[in-house]
């Protein structure tokens, strides 16, 4: 199957599986994947660190300051496109639950946008990628040849990113995962700076009630449709 070179944007609410989804794709299809949401994590990191968010508050003149100063970077090893700060691989650091909880406000500064904004299109300079996050179909890409907004029932978004936790070593509550998970929905559909919106032209996936099997199945169908490719040699599934 032939796909030319064109720009994916998925976006959608937190926990809807958008990174398995745009992994999958990526591998199947041979495009680079970035994940935006580890950018707006990796900030948070660098601001709990450095002694910019005690007590949960954002010294934002201290983060303006020292933002130019950090290097945050993909890099891929085997299948796994990872997050580094430096020469630190930061990968599992930036999806603990005290960097969930302080994400939404730091990824609503907009400073940081700006600056996540400018890395993301030097990172996908050349095309044939596939971007995750909030605002991807709608302000970091506006012109994505193909959208997708992605959505499940909050429980089933919980339980699953719940079971991700447990299965990392993090317990924590159910009720914890889910509060956190409508918490950040709010304030990442109603912030000022780009609100997480459906974009016009996008595609709905509503994950709830389908394996991973199916999206990609529902993908390919996307893909033949929009482009009209009607055979598919080397692809088995
Ligand atoms: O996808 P994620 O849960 O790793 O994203 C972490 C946070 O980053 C999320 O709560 C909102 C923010 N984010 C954003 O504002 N814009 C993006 N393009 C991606 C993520």
Wanted: charged share 25%; net charge negative.
């Amino acid at each position: 199957m032939t796909i030319p070179d064109i720009t994916i944007a998925v976006d959608g609410f937190s926990s809807t599986g958008k990174s398995t989804f745009a992994k999958m794709v990526a591998k199947e299809f041979g495009f680079l994947y970035l994940d935006s949401g580890a950018m707006y994590r990796g900030v948070t990191l660098f601001a709990m660190e450095n002694g910019m968010a005690e007590g949960g508050k954002i010294d934002e003149p201290a983060l303006k300051e020292a933002l130019p100063g950090l290097d945050l970077h993909f890099q891929r090893e085997d299948d796994k496109t990872l997050l580094y700060s430096g020469s630190r691989c930061i990968e599992s650091l930036i999806r603990t639950m005290e960097v969930s909880s302080l994400v939404s406000p730091v990824s609503a500064i907009a400073f940081v946008r700006a600056w996540v904004d400018d890395r993301l299109h030097a990172f996908s300079k050349g095309g044939r990628v596939i971007m995750d996050g909030r605002d991807i179909g709608t302000t970091v890409f506006p012109n994505a040849e193909v959208k997708i907004f992605m959505t499940a029932a909050p429980e089933v978004r919980a339980q699953r990113r719940y079971d991700e936790l447990v299965a990392k070593g993090q317990p924590s509550s159910l009720e914890e995962v889910l509060k956190n998970l409508q918490e950040r929905d709010y304030i990442d559909s109603h912030r000022e700076t780009s609100p997480l919106r459906q974009a016009e032209d996008a595609f709905v996936l509503d994950n709830t009630h389908m394996t991973l099997h199916e999206e990609l199945v529902w993908m390919l169908g996307l893909l033949q449709g929009k482009f009209g490719l009607l055979e598919t040699p080397g692809i088995t599934w």
